[in-house]
């Protein structure tokens, strides 16, 4: 690695990767039946990058150039003492956002010092404000506790806080309306997302419960007068404003609307390695590297540099054909 030069990670075809996506385990509380299979197998933990790790990889990033990191996993908040990860990345000099995404039932623990250690956003997973259809999607999950989880977020200060609905046929395709409007009442954003085909579960075929997201969009429609923004985070979404609020409607959309040239991002898994894209498997391991090097920080800087030449063109999701992508998205990080 040439050091004179001030440190960017530019791919092949031109795009600056300026965000870092990291999954801090792959346990979780809930199991969302479009993200695992009832039956799991998780990583064993001596597999898991430790916090310090954790920590090692985001600086190393944030010095090569990048300006946001999500972390995610599975549930983050699982993780135990994963607050010191927060603290750590939360104080780097050059990093503008620190982000969570979270299915909040940790919230009202957390909240306040997420808050405290630099965190900037949080997003929020919620696909229905029903409780048995709750119970439903999340084959586990307590709808109040996810409510008190919001509650305790917006109580410790965060500003646009943003709701995430993964919408599926016949399971909560009817509630896009009510998720919006409660999102409009509570002063926060939420996005809806296409299911992508990561890893094998079991509850439904994802083609037939394949909700576009224009179908969505004309839903809101028949109340709402949506207007487009031009902002882009160099991802999958499009955003709308909802009228007479600050509300925006974000649609997450990687099967109906390509977004690959403009993408910005790569994925840490909580194993350690460094996914290039999440639709394809191109990856490296950087847990080799940390336990190989463990004082060696440039070493551990010149692997991600270099990962940045097999960063691929695009994904190619296709619900139809057989899940390709043996993970589930608890590994990846969504
Ligand atoms: N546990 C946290 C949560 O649920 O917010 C963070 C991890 S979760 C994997 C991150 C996001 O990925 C959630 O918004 C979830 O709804 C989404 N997700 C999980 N599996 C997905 C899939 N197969 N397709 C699209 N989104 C998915
Ligand atoms: Fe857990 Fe999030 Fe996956 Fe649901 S989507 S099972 S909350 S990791």
Redesign the pocket.
């Known amino acids: 690695m040439n050091t004179s030069q001030p440190a960017s990670l530019i791919d092949r075809f031109g795009r600056k990767v300026t965000y870092l996506r990291m ?1 801090v385990t792959d346990r ?1 509380d ?1 199991r ?1 039946i ?3 299979s009832e039956k799991m197998q998780f990583v064993p933990r001596n597999q898991l990058l430790t916090l310090e790790e954790l920590i090692r990889v985001g600086r190393a990033f944030v010095q090569l150039g990048v300006r946001k990191i999500r972390i ?5 908040l699982t993780r135990r003492n994963i607050l010191s990860v927060f603290e750590a990345l939360g104080q780097e000099p050059g990093l503008d956002d620190l982000t969570l ?4 039932t940790l919230l009202p623990r957390y909240a306040r010092a997420l808050k405290e250690a630099g965190v900037t956003r949080i ?3 919620l ?1 229905s404000l029903r409780p048995e259809r709750f119970r439903h999607i999340t084959r586990v999950g307590e709808l109040e506790k996810t409510l008190a989880g919001i509650d305790a977020a917006l109580e410790a200060g965060f500003q646009r806080v943003k709701l ?3 919408v599926l046929k016949n399971r909560n395709h009817d509630e896009v309306l009510e998720l919006t409007e409660f999102a409009a009442s509570r002063g926060m954003d939420i996005s809806f ?7 094998v ?1 079991e509850e439904h075929d ?1 083609a037939e419960a394949f909700y576009s997201s224009d179908e969505i969009l004309a839903d809101l429609r028949r109340k709402y007068e949506l207007v487009p923004t031009t902002e882009s985070t160099g991802g999958p979404s499009r955003y709308y404003h909802l009228p007479h609020s600050g509300t925006r409607v974000g649609f ?1 959309s ?1 099967h109906s609307h390509n977004f690959c040239a403009q993408c910005n991002r790569v994925r840490l898994t909580a194993e350690g390695r460094l996914l290039l894209c999440l639709g394809q498997e191109h990856s490296v391991d950087l847990r080799h590297v940390l336990r190989t090097q463990p004082l060696d920080d440039e070493a551990l800087k010149e692997a991600i540099v270099n990962a940045m030449d097999i960063k691929p063109k695009g994904h190619d999701f296709d619900l139809s054909a057989k899940p390709v992508l043996l993970r ?3 590994m ?3």
């Open positions: 999954s979780c809930l969302c479009y993200c695992m995610t996993g599975g549930e983050p995404t979270t299915n909040a997003n929020i997973s696909d995430n609905a993964v997302i296409e299911e992508m085909p990561l890893g579960i994802r997450i990687p589930h998205m608890n990846t990080g969504g």
